[in-house]
């Protein structure tokens, strides 16, 4: 299901703040820059980027010349002026004045001015659209779409794309489309490196994107033309927008479109070309009145003039009255015309319905398919039972065909009879998924293809629909003011297609789908030939065809379901919804689609991870009340929680619902605070063998534990092996009240991780609820754990409690973690000083206070052992404390091993408490060997002056004079 662009999922824990300045990117510096930045610009590309531009109609031959001798316009172009206007340009107008017209002439124009200098220039733009799919009508769309035209033009640029901070590397095929505000600092960053070069950006129709979001957009837009003028780069925008809502901007040349002499001159034109009514008095008269009455909109000059060629065609007797009677207000206009033409109204309704709620604009295959599935359920006698099959090479979601002309013509035809003329069949160029094949580094779209919707002519017919009330007036007892009925309606028709389909006499064209059982866990079925198995349509009809509207039916039910819950109840839809076969369905579509269009499924997937995999709270709500078993295994690998599935794709709506709770807001705090959709995952897998209730215990959301634990759904303890239970969590992450609360509904504090987890972090409170509560104070040695950290208030507690002093090793733990105080008090509490050589650590880590320590409570100073080591590691307060204290200096070879080392102090003061200064060590080496074969002649001189021998043999004979002649010789 696509609920929202799924490339623009949002990238896990970044948090972009607001933009400052752009700086200079990180660079990836390795061989795979090239490929990095092909597949990060890839990820800004989208199927519709340039579709409502290319949807545009060329502007009438003689009109819109006029805007290059405009006094603004020139203004605007004149480097001159720059500081007057900072490079802005806003042109505005009424609806259906011809703005988008006009401002597609200016790109189009200055595109053609400046073809021969690409290097230096780069024209830009784009245009907002209403009716389109999300990110047509998105400022993220415009930031992506901006990025893309501006990286192409000057490719030198494309290293901001190695910002690590904005677009992460990877050597995966796919690189997630950055976040806005990442989008934003991109385009900032590519701005800085502008230089003298020129960009100039035409954007249109702000009034068809959030307010809000266009709002920030322009002042954005300011920041970087201030930035650019002040860096003498040549940045220029021009807008076009509505007169409402009126946004103030500080610099810039604005003017109103209608009121220009230009504009009423490309009226005449139009009028004069178009009004089929011959060259009498009369014409003159009524082109007159016609303009008059436009008072310079556009789209209704088109209208009239069709309406007013119409009536010429039927005899022309009250072209008079027919214009006098048309009102001025476009609203008013399109009320007209549907009151006039009484016929099909049931045809009309579902045509507007469809056109104004599909999740996506329809294809003309699927509007057709979706209006005879609505009126075929309605009523039989107004189509054949039969579906229509005029589509042979339908143009579909999953795969990149066309229609012929002579089909697109018949559909056309259709959608302008039940429409009134209000909609049409566009057609607009669109990029094309290329093959799965492609290579890394290579981009996933190729050149494209035209894709052809219906939509309605303009989108001051949906404002009138919506905005004015108008589908409330002209149907009230069906819509009644609540805009569910309407999706109710469509939902409808899309379970109708789905059990037409799976219910059609050639029953072996569904064997196609039964084909996507639950085989293969991850959802990735074979794929069977789409060839039907009916004989006469075998050569020319695929599944996909034939059903043209199956794709979309089974992708948006439960988003038409869900947009409809809240005024019409879903419960029966939800009990008799057909799971399995949906599943088997979305699971074919999904395999024959080269992008990832929609959220996935799986065959083990339950109503419940279906909504939230969809986000989808309404219907989330709606089932809870006949099913309370929310809290099962589904998903990917059946391995995933619903409320994981939630939380994976950011929808909080979703997951408090899954909770049963009325919003995130209980009890006076939001049990779900610190989690956004920006946090989104879109990736089950780091919730893998997971439990809501460990999740909950984990982050210390008390009020959900508790939750959970009343509804008994889910086990305190973990099911599987190896799994950390819900008290583990709650402890790690010093939950006291989460760990007290799952103690007291059985929680398992036998096993080792709880009580190890407290002492780790510290808590001696939970230690204390752990041990109150039946923790094995022996096993696991926590004593020795808690006394390594240094955690003296744990240790005592531990005492207090009886431990036994004398399991695992806690003096040597604590010498290890260096705590001298923990070591007293162990020894107070009659540890054994010497059991796993605590001594030994001490002198190790030259941890002089703890040696004393030791030796004071018994430690052994006559094992060689910890002299040797103080000796070896330079430790020589330590050697002096364990040779006060008895320690041997003779034994082992200790002198010889310290003049090996050449640690000359470490000699001395083994010569100053009786070191023998001849003693040998394991191969009869004496100091003054070792000092010979240095070459150390300082530490040789010390010896000698202490009576070394140089005459005594090692086991091979050779004597220290021997050593320094045979070196000597060699040097």
């Known amino acids: 299901m696509n609920f929202g662009d799924h490339n623009a999922a949002l990238q896990v824990g970044v948090n972009y703040g607001s933009i400052t300045t752009a700086h200079a990117p990180k660079s990836l510096n390795n061989a795979d820059d090239r490929s990095h930045r092909e597949r990060a610009l890839d990820s800004l590309r989208f199927e519709q980027i340039d579709a409502r531009k290319k949807d545009i109609k060329k502007a009438s031959k003689e009109t819109c010349t006029w805007l290059l001798g405009h006094q603004g316009y020139e203004a605007w172009l004149d480097p001159e002026k720059l500081s007057e206007h900072h490079g802005i340009l806003w042109i505005s107008g009424k609806p259906g004045a011809g703005k988008s017209t006009i401002m597609k002439f200016a790109y189009l124009d200055m595109k053609d001015r400046f073809k021969t200098s690409q290097e230096r220039t780069v024209i830009a733009s784009f245009f907002f659209n209403a009716r389109g799919e999300d990110l047509e009508k998105s400022v993220c769309g415009l930031y992506r779409s901006l990025l893309i035209q501006i990286l192409q033009g000057f490719p030198d640029i494309r290293k901001v794309l190695d910002n690590e901070e904005l677009i ?9 489309c950055p976040p806005l505000n990442a989008l934003k600092e991109l385009l900032s960053s590519a701005m800085s490196f502008l230089g003298q070069r020129s960009l100039t ?14 709002v920030e957009m322009v002042e954005h837009f300011e920041d970087l033309a201030e930035q650019a003028y002040h860096q003498n780069s040549t940045f220029r925008i021009c807008y076009s927008s509505r007169h409402y809502p009126h946004i103030n901007i500080g610099h810039g040349i604005r003017f109103t479109l209608e009121h220009q002499m230009g504009h009423i001159r490309d009226l005449e034109v139009y009028v004069s070309d178009r009004l089929k009514i011959g060259n009498s008095e009369l014409c003159r008269e009524l082109k007159q009145k016609l303009l008059e009455k436009a008072d310079g909109v556009f789209l209704w000059v088109v209208l009239v003039v069709e309406i007013l060629n119409k009536e010429c065609r039927r005899g022309g007797f009250n072209l008079r009255r027919r214009l006098e009677e048309m009102p001025t207000n476009l609203s008013h206009l399109f009320k007209d015309i549907l009151l006039r033409d009484t016929e099909n109204p049931e045809e009309l309704l579902l045509c507007i319905l469809w056109i104004l709620y599909s999740k996506r604009p329809l294809r003309p295959n699927e509007f057709y398919h979706a209006l005879w599935s609505g009126l075929a359920m309605r009523k039989h006698d107004l189509v054949d039972e039969k579906l229509p099959d005029i589509l042979s090479r339908a143009s579909t979601l999953a795969e990149n065909t066309s229609m012929s002309s002579e089909e697109l013509d018949k559909v056309s035809i259709y959608v302008t009879s039940s ?12 990029l094309t998924p290329a093959s799965p094949r492609t290579p890394i580094g290579h981009s996933r779209f190729s050149p494209g293809r035209n894709d052809v919707r219906v939509q309605f002519i303009h989108e001051s017919v949906r404002d009138y629909l919506l905005k004015d009330k108008g589908l409330e007036d002209l149907w009230p007892s069906v819509i009644l003011g609540e805009e569910g009925r309407a999706h109710d309606m469509l939902k409808k028709c899309c379970r109708f297609y789905m059990d037409h389909v799976e219910g059609t006499e050639d029953r072996s064209e569904i064997e196609l789908l039964r084909s996507f059982g639950p085989g293969n866990l991850r959802g990735q079925f074979p794929l069977p030939s789409p060839k039907l198995a009916s004989r006469k349509d075998r050569e020319t009809m695929t599944f996909t065809e034939r059903y043209a509207f199956l794709d979309y039916a089974t992708d948006y039910i439960l988003f038409h379901a869900e947009a409809a819950a809240p005024s019409v109840p879903q419960d029966d839809f939800l009990s008799l919804f057909p799971l ?21 499924t799986y065959p083990l997937d339950t109503l419940f991870h279906v909504f939230a995999r969809n986000g989808l709270p309404n219907l989330t709500r709606t089932r809870r009340k006949r099913d309370q078993n929310v809290h099962v295994l589904g998903g990917d690998q059946n391995n995933t929680y619903p409320f994981f599935v939630a939380l994976a794709y950011g929808y909080k709506d979703t997951a408090v619902a899954l909770l049963n709770l009325p919003d995130c807001i209980y009890k006076g705090a939001d049990i779900l605070e610190g989690f956004s959709h920006g946090q989104a995952y879109r990736d089950e897998r780091p919730f893998k063998d997971r439990t809501p ?4 215990a984990e982050v210390g959301r008390l009020e959900i534990v508790k939750l959970l634990l009343v509804e008994n759904s889910i086990p305190v303890n973990p099911a599987k092996k190896g799994q950390k239970s819900a008290l583990a969590r709650a402890v790690e992450n010093g939950h006291k009240n989460v760990s007290a609360l799952l ?4 929680a398992n504090v036998k096993h080792s991780e709880p009580l190890l987890k407290a002492i780790e972090i510290g808590r001696e409170d939970i230690v204390s609820l752990l041990l109150e509560s039946g923790a094995d104070i022996n096993r ?15 240790v005592r507690l531990l005492l207090k409690k009886g431990v036994d002093v004398h399991h695992g090793s806690p003096v040597k733990s604590a010498v290890r973690g260096g705590h001298a105080a923990i070591v007293k008090l162990l020894l107070e509490n009659n540890a054994d000083a010497n059991k796993s050589s605590p001594l030994e650590c001490a002198c190790q880590l030259g941890l002089a206070t703890i040696v004393g320590l030791l030796i004071e409570n018994g430690a052994n100073v006559n094992n060689v052992a910890p002299l040797r080591i103080a000796s070896r590691r330079g430790h020589h307060a330590i050697m002096r404390i364990l040779i006060q204290k008895g320690a041997d200096v003779n034994q082992g070879g200790l002198l010889a091993d310290a003049s090996k080392i050449g640690c000359k102090t470490t000699v001395e003061i083994l010569l100053s408490n009786g070191a023998n200064v001849n003693a040998q060590d394991e191969q009869g080496n004496t100091a003054l060997h070792q000092a010979a074969y240095r070459h150390d002649h300082a530490l040789a001189k010390l010896l000698v002056a202490h009576g070394a021998n140089f005459d005594q043999e090692d086991r091979s004979g050779t004597t220290p004079h021997d050593v320094m002649y045979l070196t000597t010789r060699r040097d």
């Open 168 to 176: 992460s590397p990877s050597r995966d095929r796919d690189i997630g």
């Open 201 to 214: 950006c035409f954007i249109d129709a702000l009034d068809e994107c959030d307010e809000s979001d266009i």
């Open 419 to 430: 429409s009134k003329g209000l909609a049409e069949v566009s057609s607009t160029h669109r």
């Open 580 to 600: 399995s076969y949906w599943i088997r369905v979305r699971s074919f579509y999904q395999t024959r689609s080269v992008l990832q269009r929609t959220q996935p």
């Open 693 to 696: 209730l460990s999740w909950a």
């Open 743 to 746: 103690l007291e509904n059985g």
């Open 780 to 794: 696991w040695d926590p004593l020795s754990r808690a006394s390594e950290l240094g955690h003296e208030g744990i």
